[in-house]
């Protein structure tokens, strides 16, 4: 039996090489970044972040979570960071709220900021790809004010992200290999996990719950054509295949969705579990 800490260490060390995974900004978007942009503007309602002043996005990518942050709070300013400099420039060229959101590269492990910089901070979909999520709460945790919130969301892997959970399901079903490659064995993504990574953080006030979206697919070929843009370990798993093993794959893949007509649309829905504490006072 494949352990869950071996898996998950597997697959966030290769997504962590970032190079071919996260590296193409326009293919995140395809794949990710329109699940992203629905579940952004729900964790900024989750995360109660102050009104005004600055906040930190951990992770920012293409910059959805910035943007909803800067749409909804508009007295507040946003600094991203995250370690892909192409998502970084991808973001600062579609930012429709300058000066008040701004993009740079940093590792959320090891944060450039000074202690109490920020009065909030913020994390979309990325905490379980860090290395150490453990020093990187700790970083947040320093840069964040007294008091602050400090709210993070990661995709439901095991469940209740159902575009990922069918492809899994349908690859592992003509390949059992995939099984070691299925992102439910990813870290933080089950109840509970994201609280008690938290608490042990030090943070107080936790609270975790579910946050739920839908996406409209217009076609099969909406669902399917992304995965092949080598995006995520999804991504990765599809263009490793042979040609004959994808064509397989992705015949699996329609039959667990029930399409009989490739051109009709169907919806899919999507979870994250989402987590929020508060910085202590410092004394």
């Known amino acids: 039996m494949i352990s869950r800490r071996t898996c998950a260490g597997a697959i966030a060390s290769v997504a962590l090489q ?38 930190l996005d ?3 990518g293409t ?18 960071i995250d370690p892909s400099r192409e998502y970084v420039a991808y973001a600062a060229s579609r930012d429709m709220f300058p ?32 290395p150490d999520p453990g020093k990187a709460l700790r970083e947040v945790r320093r840069v964040t004010a007294g008091g602050g919130s400090i709210s993070a969301a990661v995709w439901d892997y095991p469940e209740g992200m159902k575009m990922l959970r069918v492809f899994w399901d349908a690859a592992v079903g003509v390949d059992a ?3 070691k490659r299925d992102e439910k064995h990813m870290p933080l993504c089950r109840p509970g996990e994201l609280a ?12 975790e719950r579910p946050l739920d979206v839908e996406m409209k697919f217009q076609s099969f070929a909406d669902y399917w054509e992304p995965f092949l843009l080598g995006q995520g370990p999804a991504g990765a798993y599809a263009s490793s295949l042979s040609k004959d ?18 051109n009709a649309g169907f919806t899919l829905p999507g979870r994250v579990w989402a987590v929020r504490g508060t910085a202590p006072i410092r004394h």
């Not at 190079?19 to 900024?44: D, H, I, K, T």
């Not at 093993?245 to 490739?262: D, F, H």
């Open 58 to 60: 951990v992770g920012s």
């Open 99 to 130: 000066p008040r959101a701004r993009f740079e590269t940093g590792d959320a492990q090891s944060l450039r900021f000074a202690d109490s910089a920020f009065g909030g901070s913020v994390s979309l979909l990325v905490f379980n790809f860090i």
């Open 245 to 262: 093993a994808l064509t397989a794959l992705q015949a699996a893949v329609r039959s667990r969705l029930s399409v009989k007509n490739e």
């Open 177 to 179: 290999g995939a099984e």
């Open 63 to 80: 910059g959805a979570l910035a943007f909803a942050v800067a749409q909804k709070k508009p007295k507040v300013r946003v600094v991203g």
């Open 18 to 55: 970032g190079q071919n995974m996260f590296a193409n900004a326009e293919a995140y978007e395809r794949f990710m970044g329109r699940w992203s942009r629905l579940v952004a503007p729900l964790l900024v309602d989750f995360a109660r972040l102050p009104e005004e002043g600055e906040v």
């Open 196 to 207: 008690k990574l938290w608490t042990q953080g030090g943070l107080e006030n936790v609270e």
